[in-house]
């Protein structure tokens, strides 16, 4: 066996004890011991377990009475999806209490092999109740029977108790491990590009912005309410001030005073001067937002210009690469889209990888590594999930990771699929939305080219320059752009990737969108100074979790889901 494989099988089995049985390790930094760690045994042998002492904690998911008024829970404390059956004897405690759907426990006992029970490999029968979080069955909202995921979505606070949710959070949780494993594994580092940003690196300009002008025009608001701005006689009185003072001044000098006597009504010159001074600014103050020209003044912002919630950070990202050569990221971004379809969300994660010295076809070769190594990665960590979300939702889903993770994906151009599409539509197919050279691919086509044609993932790549980014490179034949997708079963595109372009042709194409240069110098100067050939992409990390589970609908992918009129 090898040393990591022995490893894993001692964290798991815990150490043998001095009569050769299995002790279960507790969890780090606690002394209750993981439910996964007693029913998921890598040699299918429970025996091992009997008569072991250990404390455990969780959430009731069912109870059912027993003999003499005893319950049997089910016990989940979201370590794995199976619970363990714990076995409490009426004397215990308040039974009533105890078998609620929802209830917190945590209970000390010794581990026991039901006799011929075929689904309970081993149960926890209670010697010692340490704690009881009670639930009001009135009110809890989750009751053990199976609730539509549209429901649950109005508890997101509870719903990770579901089933389903605390699959899709472990499946996420692999998901993220796999991805740092891969890009640190091959030389990338690591880099966090900022949440806030001046720039739109899509130029789609559906950006949150972030702004201080509204709270602090209410702090203004409140403020001047209780301390009314200076009337305009209030300022004249000040001025009135001044001049007495300055006259004091002037005849002072004249009569040739003592310098004592000179520089106290100097003092007292100067303090009337900067009340006037404060007078007058607060005289000018408006409430509201304030403005200038006709346009909201933005200097007075916290940024001191127009500052959005980022929507990628492959620009920053690229300065990175374009010194260490090979950078990712993998953070939160952000899009203000007002839409309730399954497949959009306002906040979602994207992992953006970033290499020099690399052109398209190195980016193709990264990211259908990437895919696949993710997908091996659900197969080989995630089986009792991945089982579950083909039971319950999608029977192709193993077999789809299967599929993707085995067979090289197809590469075509993006003429290629658009002439394969117009022609399925010339022999019948229809779509909803029309085909021909220059659209935007939909779902529905990319679905198709991927699930009908070529049944494996597709890459299509030389894009038409309009409907890509600015700083894709422009192909020589001066239509079509260095760009490329990644086009999957289930939810089409997972992946968009370019290849940056040169100096010249990056102001041109800032220009031509109608982007501040001034915004983009910084990025320009990344081109002037050291250029080198670059190309990376990103993955949409929730379409990868919706991709791999089969769940329709990306709001149950991501634990938060953030859409329009929903960000509590």
């Not at 002492?53 to 998911?61: P, Y």
């Not at 993707?404 to 197809?410: D, H, L």
Request: hydrophobic content about 40%; some cysteine; charged content about 25%.
């Amino acid at each position: 066996m090898a040393n990591g494989d022995s490893k894993l099988l001692g964290a798991q089995l815990g150490v043998l004890t001095s009569n050769g049985t299995a002790s279960i390790a507790k969890a780090e930094f606690s002394d209750i011991v993981p439910i996964r760690s007693i029913i998921v045994r890598p040699d299918d042998d429970w025996s091992a377990l009997a008569g072991q002492q250990v404390r455990v904690g969780g959430w009731v998911k069912t109870a059912r009475k027993g003999s003499k008024g005893s319950r049997f829970l089910q016990l989940n404390d979201g370590s794995c999806l199976g619970n363990l059956q714990v076995f409490v004897e009426a004397d215990k405690v308040d039974l009533g209490q105890l078998a609620r759907t929802g209830v917190c426990v945590v209970v000390g006992g010794v581990l026991k092999l039901p006799p011929g029970d075929k689904e309970q490999k081993v149960e926890l029968k209670v010697e010692k109740m340490v704690h009881v979080g009670p639930v009001d069955p009135a009110d809890y909202p989750l009751p053990k029977t199976s609730l539509p995921l549209e429901f649950v979505r109005n508890f997101v606070h509870l719903r990770p108790r579901t089933c389903t949710i605390s699959a899709v959070i472990r499946i996420r949780s692999a998901l993220a491990h796999a991805t740092h494993i891969f890009f640190l594994e091959r030389g990338f580092l690591n880099v966090q590009t900022p949440i806030m940003n001046c720039s739109d690196c899509e130029g789609a300009g559906e950006m949150f912005q972030v702004t201080t002008l509204f709270s602090e025009g209410e702090k203004l608001e409140k403020d001047l309410l209780k301390n009314p701005p200076p009337s305009e006689a209030d300022v004249e009185a000040a001025k009135f001030i001044v001049k007495e003072k300055g006259d004091v001044v002037a005849l002072l000098k004249s009569s040739k005073a003592s310098k004592m006597d000179i520089g106290d009504a100097v003092a007292e010159l100067k303090r009337a001067k900067e009340n006037l001074w404060k007078l007058e600014e607060r005289s000018k103050i408006q409430p509201g937002i304030p403005h200038k020209e006709g346009k909201i003044d933005y200097t007075r912002d916290f940024f001191g210009r127009p500052t959005f919630l980022t929507v990628s950070g492959q620009l920053q990202l690229e300065a990175y690469a374009c010194s260490l050569s090979k950078a990712y990221s993998f953070g939160p971004t952000f899009r203000a889209e007002k839409s309730h379809t399954t497949r959009h969300l306002a906040e979602f994660w994207m992992v953006e990888p970033e290499m020099a010295f690399a052109e398209l076809e190195d980016d193709m070769n990264c990211a259908e590594a990437y895919v696949k190594f993710m997908c091996e990665w659900l197969l080989e960590k995630c089986h009792e999930d991945m089982e579950f979300f083909a039971e319950r939702y999608d029977k192709s889903c193993i077999d789809r990771l299967r599929m993707v993770a085995s067979t090289p994906f197809e590469r075509i151009t993006y003429t290629e699929a658009v002439d394969l599409l117009i022609e399925v539509v010339k022999n019948g197919k229809e779509f909803e939305n029309h085909v021909e050279w220059g659209i935007d691919l939909s779902s529905e086509h990319e679905r198709y080219l991927t699930e009908v044609k070529f049944q494996k993932p597709v890459i299509v790549y030389n894009y038409p320059k309009d409907i890509k980014a600015f700083y894709m490179r422009l192909n020589d034949d001066s239509e079509t752009v260095a760009a490329m997708d990644v086009l999957v079963p289930k939810v089409g595109e997972l992946i968009g990737a370019p290849e940056q372009v040169h100096l010249i042709l990056q102001s041109i194409l800032i220009l031509e969108r109608g982007l501040p240069v001034d915004l983009y110098q910084w990025y320009l100067d990344l081109r002037r100074f050291g250029t080198v050939k670059h190309s990376g992409f990103g993955l949409g990390f929730e379409r990868m979790v919706m991709f791999a589970t089969g769940l329709d609908n990306i709001k149950d992918c991501i634990p938060n889901p953030r859409i329009e009129g929903r960000a509590d």
